[in-house]
């Protein structure tokens, strides 16, 4: 009598288990995978956003270099430019003084 109680018990502990395990296939499973989908979406947003972020400055920096190259282009022309204008003040002065001489008694 003592081992069929205990053949009993046995088959019930089982059979709790057996439940206990469908029942987690079953209902909490799709829960887990659900929960794990949601933390690789989230991760995978997170990347991108990352590198979205990365490729932004990046594109910020090469645009700031850009500007800072046209920049100097620009103040180098003129520069140039205003050279080139005194020393075409200067010829136009100097051919001045030459074919008018009352300008060079002055």
């Known amino acids: 009598m003592p081992v069929a109680i205990a053949l009993i018990a046995g ?4 059979a709790i288990a057996l439940i206990g395990l469908v ?17 690789y979406l989230v ?15 990046r594109e910020a920096a090469r645009q700031r270099r850009f500007n800072e190259q046209e920049m100097r282009a620009w103040n180098s022309s003129i520069e140039h430019d205003s050279r080139a204008a005194s020393g075409r003040k ?16 002055r």
């Open 43 to 57: 991760r995978r947003s997170n990347r991108a956003q990352a590198d979205l972020s990365a490729s932004v400055e």
């Open 90 to 105: 200067k010829v136009v002065r100097r051919f001045d003084n030459e074919r008018d001489p009352a300008a060079r008694n």
């Open 11 to 14: 088959v019930l502990v089982l």
């Open 23 to 39: 029942w987690a296939i079953i209902f909490l499973l799709p829960f887990y995978a659900y929960v794990a989908l949601a933390v």
